[in-house]
């Protein structure tokens, strides 16, 4: 009831809505029980408004007269109501009851009138609401020890009126844009033109809680019936609806005209409602379905939407998905564009037949999906007025890519790329109707100004020249096209037969002669600005004249042919200043392009050679990584070996011995004497066979190679007697191999000798095959007998 109440205690709760019944004329005549109502009897009678401009602005009406009243609190500022709350008459005569979404306060009627209220419990938040003068009325109220004060002000029924009219607001409907491409959006904008129109004033209004109706005469009503919206009956209605915080979208403004009036509880008209958004108002156009008893409305089959963004949408609300508004059509105002469907949902996955319309350009026809064109397809620009046809790669995008681009090309929603082909049937810039090429990229609707025309386009036209007023020097064997020569007299165009070359005369100017790249239709490769040429099917510079690159002048002087040649100036591209230079036979000859050239061609060099070195030193690097992941390699090999030499039970390890003392003799002691060569092997034989078969070993290879010793030792074996062979031998690498190896067949001893030779060499590639051959030969993958 009280605005610090509400704002201390219940700030951001959702205000309870009332059912809202406003009683016919003659009932609210009937007079009420002042004793049991006091001032609120008053108040609910009339208008108030609150006299400080800082505090909430109240309402009191009757919601059901002589049973129950509603009192409203709104914000000051926004006019959203704070709170709602209901007062009726307690269990015994003057008492009084009032709910809110707080709970609830009781009390009654003072002798003097005034009403008192307070809650149960320790929290009494007492209230009070008196008339403290004729016309005027006090709302006082103490909460959490802060006491607030409202006064508000009996208004006359001229007041009342003024004060309502004063308060209805409704949203501005902006203007629809003229899209002519689509039946469907002309006939929505004229419904929406026809109700939006300045001076339009509905017969029945709505300006408050959503449910409660005000018709034009200041009488209320709680339901709109079917004749208030018949057009010769009452005419058309408007309703404004008051936005729930909770919402995410909801209804602001309706407006609707010449509604079926048979039906009772519900109907349907031509209309247009705003919807709502956090981002703004969305509006619909089209056949309105209207409930009427509660005021909702929505569109019903075939709609046109308007977003907040500016986009004009052309769909269908389908009942079958939930009253969904599925789009077929749609305009892009920042691209000046319609997208259609047909009878397809716009942003259906496809591909499916779209069209994208420029109104008073043309249009093109390709395949789309998800709203999007599909991908690296061929499509076809038609202007509309059918004078042209473009056909060529259908690019997607804000702005087109690539370097070959039309000068000032304007952002737009799809392009055409690739090399174009572009068939005039009417004359326009290109020249007069035929076949022309352009490779590049073109806004739609938008003919390049240097396309290149198709061999024999022009030939069929080449009398024309003689009917045009400024006969130009022409080249022999050319066709002359000028363009409008009616209107512009004084300029000619001129194409070589081939199409590679256009010639451009203007009176009073300097003539300009442009070459088109063969590889690139309709891309000027480069030109020349001079005062005369030759008449030669390929025209010469005649005097001094200008090469343009690029469309900037790269050389000013003499010329021998289309060449320069002689002394002139020069400008590279994109540099500010000119400079003196010399031309010979084609070719720049001056002194300090010659030594700008010798510097680049230094400066080539030494970034080759520190290109070179880089190069060098990646390849070292890798080989040294590649020869050390080869070591690690050939180790990890030698150590499996070896692990599977110590558990072998044959006796005498022979690759043991060899993997560790072959490479040692190699490499240091092959040319110390006998007796220390002896030596060494006696202790790596002696690692290599254990235990005392190992000591065996020792000593039957010590005693052969022993001075005088001859055959071996005996054994208890049956196996043959150990024999000694002397290897000598190198390796390519240059090293040194000498060694005595132990054997007792002559089988084993050849693998022993091949296996000796391959890992004294570092043959890593054939280890495999000297292990394999020692399996074969000794029964042992490293020749152990």
């Not at 004060?163 to 844009?177: D, H, L, Y």
């Not at 249009?363 to 999007?372: S, V």
């Not at 078969?693 to 001075?707: H, T, V």
Request: aromatic share 8%.
């Amino acid at each position: 009831m009280f605005a610090a109440l509400l704002l201390s205690a219940v700030a951001g709760a959702r205000a309870q809505e009332p059912e809202v019944r406003t009683p016919p004329a003659a009932e609210a005549a009937a007079p009420v029980d002042a004793a049991t109502w006091g001032v609120y009897a008053t108040l609910a009678d009339s208008t108030v408004k609150t006299v400080e401009e800082d505090r909430y602005a109240i309402s009191v009406r009757w919601k059901e007269r002589g049973k129950s009243i509603i009192e409203e609190w709104k914000h000051p500022q926004t006019g959203v109501v704070a709170s709602s709350a209901t007062i009726v008459p307690g269990d015994t005569p003057g008492s009084l009851v009032y709910t809110n979404a707080m709970g609830s306060w009781y009390g009654g009627v003072e002798p003097d009138g005034s009403v008192k209220l307070a809650r149960k419990g320790l929290m009494k938040f007492p209230m009070q609401v008196a008339m403290v003068s004729p016309g005027k009325a006090e709302y006082r109220g103490q909460t959490l020890g802060i006491s607030t004060t409202t006064t508000v002000r009996l208004l006359s029924a001229a007041e009342a009126e003024a004060e309502r009219k004063a308060n209805i607001v409704w949203p501005a409907f902006p203007a629809m844009p003229d899209i002519a491409s689509i039946p469907q959006f002309a006939a929505a904008r004229a419904l929406y033109q026809e109700l939006t129109a300045e001076g339009w004033a509905p017969a029945a209004s709505l300006a408050g809680i959503q449910g409660a109706v005000q018709l034009a005469d200041g009488r209320g009503i709680d339901e709109i019936p079917g004749k208030l919206f018949c057009e010769d009956h009452a005419g058309p209605v408007e309703v404004s609806y008051i936005h729930w915080k909770e919402a995410t979208q909801w209804l602001a403004a309706f407006r609707g005209k010449g509604a079926d009036c048979a039906a009772q509880k519900s109907g349907s008209m031509r209309g247009i409602y705003k919807i709502a958004t956090p981002k703004g108002y969305a509006i619909m156009i089209g056949n309105i379905a209207v409930a009427r008893r509660n005021l909702r409305v929505r569109a019903a089959g075939e709609a046109v939407r308007i977003e907040p963004d500016g986009s004009v949408f052309l769909g269908d609300v389908r009942a079958d998905l939930g009253n969904q508004f599925i789009a077929r059509a749609v305009w892009r105002p920042n691209y000046a564009l319609v997208i259609n469907t047909f009878d397809k949902s716009l942003y259906q996955q496809g591909p499916i037949p779209g069209q994208w319309s420029w109104p008073g350009i043309g249009h093109i026809q390709a395949q789309m999906t998800g709203g999007f064109p599909v991908a690296d397809q061929e499509a076809s620009f038609v202007a509309q007025d059918g004078s042209y046809r473009v056909t060529g790669k259908l690019l997607h995008g804000d702005k087109p890519a690539g370097t070959l681009m039309r000068p000032r090309a304007t952002e737009s929603y799809l392009y055409l790329g690739g090399t174009l082909r572009i068939e005039t049937r009417a004359e326009t810039a290109l020249g007069p109707a035929g076949k022309y090429l352009w490779a590049g990229i073109l806004q739609p609707g938008a003919l390049p100004p240097l396309a290149q025309p198709e061999p024999g386009t022009l030939a069929q036209h080449a009398g024309r020249f003689a009917a045009c007023p400024y006969q130009a020097p022409v080249p022999q064997g050319w066709l002359a096209f000028s363009p409008g020569c009616e209107s512009q007299p004084t300029r000619l165009q001129a194409w070589s037969v081939d199409g590679r070359y256009r010639m451009t005369f203007s009176e009073g100017e300097k003539t300009l002669l442009e070459q088109f790249n063969p590889m690139l239709p309709g891309t000027v490769a480069q030109s020349w600005r001079a005062s005369a040429f030759t008449r030669d099917r390929v025209p010469a510079v005649e005097g001094p004249g200008e090469l343009l690159r690029g469309g900037h002048v790269v050389f000013s002087g003499g010329f021998s042919g289309l060449s320069p040649d002689g002394e002139g100036s020069c400008r590279d591209t994109g540099a500010e200043f000119a400079e003196p230079c010399s031309w010979a036979a084609g070719e720049r000859v001056d002194a300090i392009w010659l030594a700008r050239q010798e510097q680049a061609k230094l400066d080539g060099r030494r970034h080759a050679d520190a290109m070179a070195k880089l190069q060098a030193e990646a390849e070292a690097k890798a080989r040294a990584e590649a020869a050390a992941a080869a070591e690690r390699q050939r180790q990890e090999q030698l150590r499996a070996q070896q692990a599977a030499a110590q558990k072998s039970d044959s006796g005498f390890q022979w690759g043991k011995l060899a993997a560790m003392g072959v490479g040692a003799l190699a490499a240091g002691i092959a040319d110390v004497d006998a007796a220390t060569q002896l030596d060494v092997m006696t202790r790596m034989v002696a690692d290599s066979a254990p235990g005392a078969q190992g000591m065996s070993n020792l000593q039957g290879m010590s005693a052969s190679r022993a001075p005088g010793a001859s055959g071996g030792a005996g054994t208890a074996s049956a196996k043959p007697a150990l024999q000694q062979y002397q290897m000598s031998g190198s390796c390519p690498s240059g090293t040194a191999i000498n060694i005595s190896i132990p054997y007792r067949t002559q089988g084993c001893l050849a693998a022993k000798k091949e296996f000796t030779r391959i890992y004294a060499c570092n043959e890593v590639d054939d280890f495999a095959r000297a292990h394999q051959q020692c399996s074969s030969a000794c029964g042992h993958p490293n020749c152990d007998e």
